[in-house]
């Protein structure tokens, strides 16, 4: 399967999930699906069958409310069977709102935003000081970045030249009730990770190539942290969900998800 059809499945599932749970964060999920696909379809050292494998590369979702995007992720790659994804959001399951470590392949559990990033540093000096090769890649919201406690964790990392550090931001340009720019201005965003000292890049976070190009590198050759400032479309793929601040918590509803899901239906890649 390549890595658009693989986003592809993603945004289906998290379209089945969230309308059966009755859940939300559609858009935040629908946004990072080409991102999730890019780094489990192509980017990821990885073994479903030992997820716990020492070589392993680490990723964290900092932004823990789109979790169902993960827990897609993972099912379509092989870390446990596709229809447990029925269990998403269900009283005494372990697929939480918020991703959980419980479900195999997810390394932490995440939901209050601005946390993720100081875990991935943590893990990124540890691999530094046991001389361990893995990468780390933190996913981070838009509107999380307005938390003081991921500009702490970005000063610590450039402090300790963490080169197997890669932060990613969906900067989708929405928050969870307004635009990110009518909240807190980030721009100019990435002026201000280059200042923070970190190897900053921009891509548009919907273009596969683009992601892979930016994302898979050797560490060895790098001496500082690496900030991704993907561009994304807050609900990517269904037409009348993009870029409306409506589907940061609405679920979509009998006739919004038949039309999503035939929407979907006829965006299959040859590629």
Known sequence: MNTYNLALNIR???????HLAESSHIGSMLSIADIIAVLYGEVLNK???EPQWSYRDRFILSKGHAG???YAVLAEVGYFPIEKLNQYYSNGS?????????????????????????????????????????RVFV?????????????????????????????????????????TKDTIQLEPFRDKWISFGWDV????????????????????????????????????????MESKVL???RFPHEEEYVQAMKELEENVDER
């Open 12 to 18: 289906k599932n998290v379209v089945r999930m969230t």
């Open 47 to 49: 073994n479903v069958n």
């Open 68 to 70: 169902a995007a993960v």
């Open 94 to 134: 372990i697929f939480c709102g918020h991703i959980s470590h419980k479900v195999s392949g997810v390394e932490v559990s995440s939901g209050s935003l601005g946390h993720g990033l100081s875990i991935g540093v943590g893990m990124a000096l540890a691999a530094k000081k046991d001389f361990k090769k893995h």
């Open 139 to 179: 996913l981070l919201s838009d509107g999380e970045c307005d938390e003081g406690s991921v500009w702490e964790a970005v000063l610590f990392a450039a402090h300790h030249k963490l080169s197997n550090l890669i932060a990613i931001i969906d900067y989708n340009k929405i928050q969870s009730l307004a635009p």
């Open 201 to 240: 890049k921009e891509v548009d976070g919907h273009n596969h190539e683009e992601l892979i190009g930016e994302l898979d590198f050797d560490i060895s050759k790098k001496e500082k942290p690496t900030c991704i400032i993907a561009h994304t479309i807050k609900g990517k793929g269904v037409s009348f």
């Open 247 to 249: 589907w940061h918590y």
